[in-house]
């Protein structure tokens, strides 16, 4: 029944702008928190941004200043703006959820920085 589906991956260039969505099938308001998280084959998966309940938000310090995470309430929405993206940046990226104790993740979407 709580479904996290991501999608906006896609190819980009050095210096240039995605957004990932995730819907979520029950109100976000019922997530202790939501986030996304980043995996390359082989290594472990990753914090990217977090967004809690009560509005706090936490950044892995290789993304600070250039990834913002939000949330749209009304449409059980949450985002990841990824502003400045550098070939580093190249990864699956998860969206996070944790749900009556669970924790629920999106299928990935893939991100690819390159020129």
């Known amino acids: 029944q709580v479904q996290l589906v991501e999608s906006g991956g896609g190819l980009v260039q050095p210096g240039g702008s995605l957004r990932l969505s995730c819907a979520a099938s029950v109100s976000i308001f019922a997530f202790a928190d939501m986030g996304w998280y980043r995996q390359a084959p082989g290594k472990e998966r990753e914090l990217v941004a977090r967004?809690?309940?009560?509005?706090?938000?936490y950044y892995a310090t290789s993304v600070k200043g250039r990834f913002t995470i939000s949330r749209d309430n009304a449409k059980n929405m949450v985002y990841l703006q990824m502003n400045s993206l550098k070939p580093e940046d190249t990864f699956v990226y998860y969206c996070?959820?944790?749900?009556?104790?669970?924790?629920?993740w999106g299928q990935g979407t893939q991100v690819t920085v390159s020129s």
């Open positions: 967004l809690t309940s009560g509005d706090n938000t």
């Open positions: 996070h959820g944790t749900y009556a104790f669970r924790a629920y």
